[in-house]
């Protein structure tokens, strides 16, 4: 366990119950400071009410949580040093973006200086001054995380932020999301896009059904996991035979789509390719793998049990 | 709570919203108090429900205010609908889990918010003072009303009593609005019920049994503008509000401070 200081995040058994159904139960998990951690879940796992109990907006029926030292029972303690953007982005439609802004900024106590700097962060700079009614769903995505950032966070909770946005403006997010991280802002980020956050993240939560399936370092989370090696062969008739090899040596394998799938570590490649050219075999590939994230997430969230 | 109020005003002057509400506002003052100086000898009454105040009346020192504070009753509607508005708007916007991640002190938010809202309430019935008065004095020649005692000290204080009066009566209906908007969490359902509540409900339940005029809210409201009628005092009227509002509020208070924000 880390530190309590050093903590931004950190939830002991937290849960909430709507009637007889956990919407979140005993969920427990860490989030280092500086770190940016990717909370990962099938939609209704409990992902959105999760952050809304972190930043006071629905009370836990049980379990407890600190937010930078504070008691999440006391979001007035933190909530100043948090910038957070919830089941996507809310706004006024007939304000314009900056006014937007400005309403929070005020009520914030933060002052409007930077209003338009953060606009420009966010790609914002020249619509600023359009209505918010009419932005297109990535300009309010980005409006969205503009606001999250105006008290300058310690800790940064953003929900979806991805959602509606297009490559560019996905890899503008990303790019944006590591920069804060090297300033020392924590990012507590859920998405669907789990290539995005393994590209991102150096922690994981991740839940199913209300329950934290894993929360830890994303290199943890890969190294619990089956290694594989892919295996192509200029003539596909070769491939049973690499399977042969395989089960030989003890390695479980399945053909798929002219590639064999080899469950084993990467450094019986080395061995398998001796084995192959013994055998008359030609290898047109052999690619030692770990499972992506998305594999390892549909691996453990998967509806198999 | 001043940033809650300030930020709150960054909603509320918006052109559509101040303007229309301001122009609104002057338009139904105008047009009772030109109407009640038109009409002055018309036999079908020159007041509401066909009554007639006569020139003498209008020419005492509290003539200059009759316009005015008859039509407090839509000023109040008015009011009542910006306030559920705004409210309610919160919660259809999805804006309030905004507000309460800026501002986590809910009793804080819900203050500051009202009283800016009391403020532009403030500010809506000053004009709608200066319009009414304007055009009194503006018809009067017309109507051959005279205006000698309208620029008496009796005058000023009949204005000061009934400023005093309407503004608590339009501030009266809208914290109305404001706990509609807090129960009902829509700016539709908490405008129509307050609106069919008072001009319709109140209306028909009055004229089957009388006496049911002394505790229905909407009524006494309006009587508070008035400083009394022959049937209700203006006692009762602001002693039974009070009672109402404090209670209903003290209810939506408790239920804002503890109500799950999940929208």
Redesign the interface.
Known sequence: MVGMSNLAVAVQDLSKKYGDMFAVSHANFEVPMGTVCGFVGPNGSGKTTTIRMLLGLISPTGGSGEILGHSIKHPEKYLASVGAMIEGPAFYPALTGRENLNVLATLGGYGTDHVQSLLERVGLGDRGNSKYKTYSLGMKQRLGIAAALLPNPKLLILDEPTNGLDPEGIQEIRDLLKSLAQEGTTVFVSSHLLSELELISQHLVMLRKGKVLFAGKIEDLFLAQQPFILVKTPNESDLPKISEIAAAAGHKSTIRSGVAHIEGPADWAAELNKSAFAAGITLSQLSPMLPSLEETFFEMTGDSE | MI??F??EW??LR?P??FLGTMLASAGLTGLVTFLLFWLIDSPQGNSDRGNTISREILQLPSGLTIGFSNAAGLLGIVALCVFAAQTA?EYT???L?????????RMQLLLGKYVSMASFAIAMVILAAVVSMSLAFGLSGKAKVATDAWVTSDALHELAKTFGNVLLSVIAFGTVGMILGLLLRSPISAISLGVIWLLIVENILIAVKSSLGNWMPGNLMSTIAVGGTADVSYTHSVTTVAIYLVASTAIVMTLFK?R???N
């Open positions: 940033s809650v300030k930020a960054r909603k918006r559509t919203l708007q916007y999805g804006t889990r905004n507000l309460l991640v800026r501002q986590p002190r503890q799950d924000v999940s």
